[in-house]
């Protein structure tokens, strides 16, 4: 869970076309600043250190982008959903002379973004408005080294994100060595996400789940990270560094991940599929 924020000396909250996004500073470090929307966090930006990440979640995704390459290795990166653009701005901070773009379909809160929490020094990122299903349509065949899904709508994933149609498009467009990482949310039994840890598997010969072990039990709602590849995922480095974390995690692969996904179905477009949501105080909210 990300700390507690105070206000800042601006105004603290901005209608944008997803409903209101709201800054709170984190008082216990300099530069930091957590974005939500709809009142649900959304990301957390240390302005000061565009390496911390402060989300469990996060985490995951940037031992994975540490893992997927060597290090300092320049990697480039799609990303659908913006919101702070955390993981890019570590991307850009861990990897130089990255080439990154973001897909972001909320032009209001791009700008309050720039505005709030600016990206213009971040070398090599471009921020694009638009949907991620157009976004990535857009790019040509094999011309990325990572994909990275972090889009939701408030606290919900969009389902259109997370069909086989919608992966194939992704694979089309990473080389042949290239990452795909998803964050995906679910509570209860966690039928969603087994969904779509099935259908990423469908698409790729390689992949794994990483996340916070009660979530992985299906006893609370979390975030759930599914990564995958054409090539043979880094697994022993990411469970090391899952094991060691700040927040321990477990990592879920071969035949545990087929269990975790048996008799579940690949989501296809069309489908009448509503992703979870959160429930009631999840965020402190009644």
Not at 111 to 120: D, I, Q, S, T
Not at 149 to 155: L, Q
Not at 252 to 259: F, I, K, Q
């Amino acid at each position: 869970m990300a700390r507690k924020g105070r206000r800042g000396p601006w105004p603290d909250r901005y209608p944008i076309a997803g409903g209101e996004a709201e800054f709170l500073r984190d008082t216990d470090r300099d530069g930091g600043w957590m974005l939500l929307v709809g009142g649900v966090p959304q990301s957390y930006v240390d302005l000061s250190d565009p390496t911390y990440l402060d989300f469990e979640y996060m985490r995951l995704m940037g031992d994975c982008v540490d893992a997927i390459a060597p290090e300092g290795d320049a990697l480039d990166a799609v990303h659908i959903g913006g919101a702070g653009c955390t993981l890019p701005r570590y991307v850009a901070a861990t990897r130089p002379g990255s080439r990154q773009v973001v897909l972001e379909p909320d032009g209001e809160l791009v700008a309050v973004v720039r505005e709030r929490l600016p990206v213009k020094g971040v070398p090599g990122l471009r921020i694009r408005v638009t949907d991620g299903r157009a976004g990535i349509a857009a790019l040509p065949d094999a011309a990325d080294d990572l994909v990275v899904m972090d889009a939701f709508a408030e606290a919900s994933m969009p389902v259109e994100l997370a069909t086989r149609e919608f992966v194939e498009d992704v694979a089309r467009v990473l080389r042949p060595g290239g990452a795909y990482l998803v964050n995906v949310a679910d509570g209860f039994r966690l039928p969603f996400a087994r969904r779509v840890a099935a259908t990423v598997r469908s698409v790729f010969p390689h992949a794994l789940l990483m996340g916070d072990p009660g979530v992985l039990r299906g006893r609370r709602f979390g975030n759930l990270i599914v990564a995958a590849s054409r090539a043979p995922l880094p697994v022993d480095v990411l469970t090391r560094r899952a094991a060691g974390g700040i927040t321990r995690a477990r990592v879920v692969e071969g035949h545990d991940l087929a269990g975790f996904c048996a008799g579940v179905a690949p989501l296809r477009d069309g489908e009448e599929v509503t992703a979870p949501v959160p429930p009631p105080r999840t965020f402190g909210k009644s």
